[in-house]
């Protein structure tokens, strides 16, 4: 079949194999070659792409859930959207969620993806109290931060490289209501957007739009959404129209022109200040998920999205710099998003670190790669490192120079898949 990351580039032929029970794996795996897990395939790049792959597709059912603790135990194909559909009416979300629920459980963890409030709860490991992994020679291990540590700490944020995630135990938190409160302020640059973060760091969600085109004294204007649980309103979301991007966008249709008119249209008709207006959740976490395919609209040659983020300290001259490049290179992106981070966790390859986190799509055309070499060069010069569930095109020294605890990983992978049964494309370009 062929297959792709949500980024629609490489788009590759696959053989995929799917099971219900983890019985069927010990089989599957005694095949030779390699294997990597493909779940919703909602990473950019090539992270879930290899020339066989195992799909959680099937595997996706909601064992227990104890109402006292609010902890559920799944399959690792269950969806984030499934378990908002059935928990959320009865009075719980998730506790970490990033900015689709079209991702399942499984690539949560080995992603270990961040939501808006990273700086106030960390990455979706942190609610993940166990998980039993099939290893590399067919064996089921239970890992928790305290049985099996190493590999727990390999694999949220190893990206499929140490195991298929089989059964998963998740916290989810109480809510009252299934709508936020909402603040919208409108910043003018980079320093009053930053500043802007640190003021309002009490706020439990927080993540802007940022403008990547505007030059000289607006560089870097934004619009910040602040959010928090509302203590009322109705339990139920209310029903979405749905959207859809029929087919491709034609070439041409995206470029600096159009990028910078949707900016200016996009940063103009917010109102400078909005404070606590109640939203459904839905819009506020997950804006783009009621346009289908919305990927289209980069294409047919597809895209990528490059995200990076930078040590406090370092933020505000890095993303500077990278700003600076990108207005004068012209390579609009009009999905910028930029967002705080809290404290790094004990992950081998989680991406976070406290700091400022830039994640921007890009529409792949021939320059492009060579120009996020330049952009590489000015993200590791500052301390930060790319997020690997985006990646498409990391060179393996960029990868190296910010991970440092690889070594620790690879360990791991040396105890538990010596042969290296799981690899994927990515793997194998960064040379894990
Ligand atoms: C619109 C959009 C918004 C996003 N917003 C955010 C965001 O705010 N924050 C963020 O962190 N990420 C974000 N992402 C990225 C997304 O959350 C991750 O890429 C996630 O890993 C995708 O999960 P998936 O189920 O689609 O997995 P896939 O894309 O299929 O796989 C991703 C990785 O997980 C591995 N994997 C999946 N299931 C298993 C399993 N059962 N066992 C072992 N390995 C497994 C795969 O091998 C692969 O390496 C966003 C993506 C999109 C499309």
Redesign the pocket.
Known sequence: MKLS??GRYPLINAKAVSFESEAELPAVLSVAGEW?????????GD??LNQQVIT?RRYNKIIAFDPQQGVVECE??VSLAELIDVFLPRGWFLMVT???KL??V??????D???KNHHSAGCFSSCVLSFQLMSADGRIVHCSPTENRELFLATCGG??LT???LTVRLKLQPVKSAYIRETILRCRNLEEVCGAFEQHRAFTYSVAWIDCLAQGSQMGRSILMLGENAETGPRQLPPVRRLSVPVNFPRGCLNRYTVRLFNRIYYGSHPAFVENRLVPLEPFFYP??RIDNWNRMYGASGFTQYQLVLPKAASFAGLTKILDRIGKAGFGSFLAVLKLFGPENDNYLSFPMEGYTLALDFKIERPLFAFLDELDRIVLDHGGRL?L??DVRMPAQVFREGYPRLHLFAAVRDKWDKQRKFN?LQSKRLGV
Do not use: E, N
Not at 37 to 42: L, M, Q, S, T, W
Not at 106 to 111: L, T
């Open positions: 990351g949500w990597i897990v493909h779940a919703k395939g909602r990473s950019y992270s879930a959680t690792s194909g990033p900015g689709t991702i399942s499984g690539g949560a963890i080995a992603a993806v961040h939501g990206m499929g195991g298929i995630i783009l998920d997020y569930t985006k994927s």
